[in-house]
């Protein structure tokens, strides 16, 4: 699985996106001509087409995670999934990649414990208060892999691990995504973004990514051109991934990402065709 850069975090379902329509309007040949459609900004087109927080691209977004996380488009697969992947982050778990040094993991058990007491994680909170920060698994081995394992069984437990993901990643990302006047893939770009390098504002971190990437090129938002800008961001997010040896393979910017944005796909419509790590992904509807 790969990894995200110093993670931690901030984020809960968004409205559903804003969609303008036209109205048709039958004019017959003594009516005052219909008046001209006002141009749109580039903001406003993107907020025309389904935002990523519709059900049906958010799917897809979970999909394109999935795939450059744990090899497998099945992301509902990965409730399960924990080890530690030698990246200084002790254990990486879960549907996002929890991790046992960032502090997410330890707010993820926290919220399954304050839906249900008496779950078989609660007993390991004072563990991961005190490993937040470190690789360290004292007080979490021998047995944290196998009681993760059967936690993952719970739905209580699965709910949480969403309402986390959702809370802490997805929505900043997208609703950051939509005030940049970004359409679906954009707020794609930004979302995966998040879930490697964390919120934050430090060189590496999402926050300065953006920042950098602004400091190139102007948001649609800010009556810039969508692509250049985000291949202003993308360039700025390989930078990033290359300053650590975990993550300096690029391939799921190179050969999927910029992909999408080559094909100027900015709505992130199916089919989609991509690779990560050298394995070929497609997802057809």
């Not at 059900?55 to 996380?69: F, G, N």
């Not at 196998?146 to 709910?159: E, I």
């Not at 649609?220 to 990033?240: C, H």
């Amino acid at each position: 699985m790969s990894r995200r850069i110093g993670l931690t975090a901030a984020a809960v379902a968004l409205p559903a996106a804003l969609v303008f329509t036209g109205v048709g309007v039958g004019v017959g040949q003594a009516a005052t001509p219909p008046a001209a459609t006002p141009v749109q900004s580039p903001a406003h087109r993107a907020g025309a087409a389904a935002n990523l927080d519709d059900p049906a691209k958010k799917e897809i977004a979970m999909k394109l995670v999935s795939s450059a996380e744990n090899s497998s488009l099945d992301w509902r697969g990965q409730f399960k999934y924990i080890e530690d992947i030698g990246d200084g982050r002790g254990y990486t778990a879960g549907i996002i990649g929890f991790c046992s040094g960032t502090g997410d993991m330890l707010e993820l058990v926290e919220y399954y414990t304050d839906q249900k007491p008496d779950n078989v994680l609660a007993k390991y909170l004072p563990a991961l208060r005190k490993v937040n920060g470190s690789d360290s698994h004292s007080g979490l081995d021998p047995n944290f892999t196998k009681d993760w394992k059967k936690a993952a069984a719970d739905k209580a437990f699965q709910d949480a691990q969403e309402h986390e993901r959702d809370r802490v990643y997805f929505n900043p990302s997208v609703k950051q995504g939509k005030d940049d006047g970004l359409g679906a893939l954009g707020q794609f770009i930004y979302y995966d973004a998040i879930v490697m390098h964390g919120p934050g504002d430090s060189k590496y971190s999402f926050g300065g990514i953006r920042k950098t990437a602004m400091s190139k090129a102007k948001t649609p938002a800010q009556g810039g051109n969508q692509t250049t800008y985000l291949n202003a961001f993308l360039d700025a997010r390989k930078k990033a991934m290359q300053s650590e040896e975990a993550h300096s393979d690029t391939s799921r910017v190179d050969t999927a990402q910029r992909v999408f944005l080559n094909a100027k796909n900015f709505d992130l419509n199916p089919p989609l065709k991509w690779k990560v790590y050298g394995e070929s992904f497609e997802i057809n509807s």
